[in-house]
């Protein structure tokens, strides 16, 4: 009796390992094959302007802890998404503090839809805010850092005042991105020398945080995040407006 109890128990688990195995088989088996030019169908159909896509292994030179590995385990690909500020929100810091700060809880919920879809299909994804992430020795970082994903993903080329600098549309644009572990195709990274002698930026800056050419000095910087009845208010966004390509190539700022 002892004897067919044993054997039983056995039974159950072999059939309870061989159920696990069928079950992920067919998960295996559901994941749906994506290209890089549906993954940017899916992107502009949550409602980005633009879509890029970069390998994570390009991220080589991403501080310990800021790798698109360290978020996502597995990650190959970073699915920027980026939409453009509306030029008339340069009016004033009230307004641009206003459009800002919607910007990001736009982007962020396009984050959001599009790992959902790239989920469905059978990956692994991770939404990455608009404005989030930690610190590192005092100072604030993005879970990755936008801009130079941006790049990577050839949406354009990081200027003399560290923003990421478009042709079409300048410096406006805002963005969020998607971690996910299909092998996409990357765009190629755009080769551009824009800036040249011009130092409009650095000399117009108030609080001198472009001062150094290899590093932005963010506690500068942020001097001009002030905050007024309890709201925050950006002060200062002179490196965006007096740079020739801040509005684009082909707008007149």
Sequence with gaps: ????????????????????????????????????????????????????????????????GFKPTDALEGCKSVIVLGNPFPIESFENSIEYTKVRNAMAKKMTSIAKELAKQIKKDGYKTKAISS???????????????????AELAGLGYITRNYLLTNMEYGNRLWFSAVLCD???????????????????CVENCPSGALANPSSLEKKECSKYYKTVNRKLEIQCFKCRTVCPYGFGETTEN
Excluded: R, W
């Excluded at 299909?182 to 409009?200: G, N, R, V, Y």
């Design 1 to 64: 009796m002892l004897e067919d109890l044993i054997n039983n128990v056995n039974l159950i688990s072999i059939k309870n390992n061989l159920g696990k195995n069928m079950a992920k088989k067919k998960k295996v088996e559901t994941k749906t094959e994506i290209t890089s030019e549906i993954v940017k169908e899916y992107g502009i159909n949550a409602g980005a302007t633009v879509v890029g896509i970069a390998n994570s292994s390009d991220f080589s030179q991403a501080p310990k």
């Design 131 to 149: 404005i989030g992430g930690k610190y590192l020795n005092g100072e604030h970082f993005g879970i990755i850092s936008l801009k130079h994903a």
């Design 182 to 200: 299909a092998d996409l195709t990357a765009e190629e990274k755009i080769e551009l020398d824009i800036c040249k002698d011009c130092d409009k």
